[in-house]
């Protein structure tokens, strides 16, 4: 099972794996801090603005009283009723996480909308609380009806975006829910670009036209103060830059969290894992890129898969020139050098024991051929009953490789004498022109090399096992090879091969 690559804060929204239970109570408290928090930001918004906005001298004693009992009373109310309806509209649209199955369209639509639905929810809560703080000055000061109105009004604004923002990121292992395992191109949610839009509008563009609104107030009263104009100007610029900023961040934290996560992903794939993927939980773009990044990934783990699974089976290099390109059939005359091994007396070994008994010594046997000659940058191309082709030089270019040859089948000889002593085996190596290529049809071929190297060596094999070492080679393969593997060979007398006419000089071990 691929690895879930985790962003940094989801130790605060926990894992939408955990019980449901457990996720709607931590979802409920954080859900209720973060509001809580978000309303006293409006609250000290509002007091703000009412001391800098508000005409005259500026608040009354009797109004200021009368706001140090209104506001509080009203956020506390606010936040739960606020807390109450969030719960129950959480718990409609997590019904299907409470019944344990998987989410219609619809229902993964709604709990996608929930951080909306829960916003709407707070922005009229605040619409309310324009209405009655404004009523609230037109009793206590009417001169300063206007500048409530406008001072909640703004502050409304930036708490509902700022509340929408940090919802989405508590809801976001509902969303992890609502969108496992979905991979289709459909956008669930607001898309990023109409989101920035909309939140530049309510945390910067909104305070901003609050100021075109006091520009317009002081020109058109005549009666109007410059220095409570510069008041006005003063405050609302502290709420862009200081409010605005913070809507602004949380956004961006918003859109960066998701890119930041497949790119740490990303890393991991470039380095060869391709077991992670990355949880989703955005119903944007972001999302989707999401979706794809572990659609991909998953295409490259089972690409990887069939490689390694194809590797074992024709040898790494034929599986990666095989992947790398167009496979043909034909071949090429290449100089290449040959090894092959065959057990001595296997079938008798066979019949005084156990199947499994027998299985178990050849892998043993074939664990042996396969290390020493991948050591050395060849390929086993074949598996022959209780013998093995391997080829040196062939599909990718060895510059010495009949010393890889010599050298293999020399410590193999040594390898089985010690790890496999209850069998022997004959080894035998030559170097010569031969064909290397796929051989079959269009839809069933092998990679394998034809030639007069080939047939030597299955020669040479056989007379090996009479031959003290149970090594003979072809002399050819040691002029061809380096001095240091020379050394190990000695001349060994001239032999007419099997279907030969000419007789070849032979070698065997020193």
């Known amino acids: ?52 906005i508000t005409p005259g001298e500026g608040p009354s004693t009797a109004y200021l009283t009368a706001l140090a009992i209104a506001v509080p009373v009203y956020v506390l109310a606010a936040v739960v009723i606020g807390a109450s309806t969030v719960t129950v509209s959480a718990l409609r649209a997590m019904r299907w996480a409470l019944e344990e199955r998987e989410p219609t369209d619809d229902e993964r639509r709604t709990a996608l909308r929930l951080p909306l639905r829960l916003t709407l929810i707070q922005s009229q809560l605040w619409f309310g609380g324009v209405i009655v703080f404004g009523v609230l000055a037109l009793v206590v000061q009417p001169e300063g009806a206007l500048s409530a109105f406008f001072a909640v009004g703004i502050a409304g604004v930036v708490v509902s975006a700022i509340a929408y923002l940090l ?70 610029a502290a709420v862009v830059l200081v409010f605005g900023l913070m809507v602004t961040v949380l956004n961006a934290r918003a859109v960066v969290g998701p890119i930041k996560a497949v790119q740490g992903a990303l890393t991991k794939v470039g380095e060869g894992d391709f077991d992670v993927e990355v949880r989703v939980d955005d119903g944007t773009e972001l999302g989707l890129l999401q979706a794809g990044f572990n659609e991909m990934v998953t295409g490259l783990r089972e690409r990887e898969q069939i490689r390694d699974l194809f590797g074992r089976h024709v040898g790494q290099a034929v599986a990666k020139a095989a992947t790398s390109g167009e496979v043909e059939l034909g071949g090429e005359t290449r100089i290449v050098s040959v090894l092959m091994i065959d057990l001595i007396g296997s079938t008798s070994y066979a019949e005084n024991r156990p199947p499994s008994e027998v299985v178990g010594m050849l892998n043993r046997f074939f664990e042996v051929v ?82 007069d190297a080939v047939n030597a060596a299955a020669r040479l094999t056989e007379l090996a096992k009479e031959v003290e070492g149970r090594v003979l080679v072809a002399a050819a393969s040691v002029s061809e090879a380096g001095a240091d593997e020379g050394r190990h060979w000695v001349d060994h007398e001239s032999l007419v091969l099997r279907g030969r006419d000419e007789p070849t000089a032979t070698a065997r071990l020193a």
């Open 1 to 52: 099972m691929a690895s879930v690559y985790r962003r940094g804060n989801d130790w605060l929204v926990g894992s939408p794996e955990q019980p449901f239970v457990k996720l709607r109570i931590r979802v409920q408290v954080l859900l209720t801090v973060l509001l809580v928090l978000t309303n006293v930001i409006g609250a000290g918004i509002v007091f703000g603005l009412t001391f800098l």
């Open 167 to 236: 919802t989405e990121f508590a809801l976001r292992p509902v969303a992890a829910r609502a969108l496992a395992g979905r991979s289709s191109t459909d956008r669930l949610g607001a898309g990023v670009q109409r989101r920035m839009i909309v939140f530049w509008s309510l945390g910067t563009g909104a305070p901003v036209l609050g100021l075109v609104v006091a520009a317009v107030v002081a020109l058109t009263i005549e009666e109007a103060s410059v220095t409570r104009l510069a008041f006005v100007v003063a405050g609302l």
């Open 370 to 451: 396969v290390e020493e000659v991948d050591r050395r940058d060849g390929l086993v191309n074949k598996f022959m009953g209780d013998a093995v082709l391997a080829i040196f030089g062939a599909p990718v270019d060895l510059d010495d490789h009949a010393s890889a040859a010599l050298a293999s089948a020399r410590v193999i000889a040594e390898r089985l004498q010690t790890e496999l002593p209850e069998v022997g085996a004959g080894i035998g190596v030559s170097t010569g022109p031969a064909v290397a290529g796929n051989v079959g049809h269009r839809s069933r071929f092998e990679y394998t090399v034809i030639g």
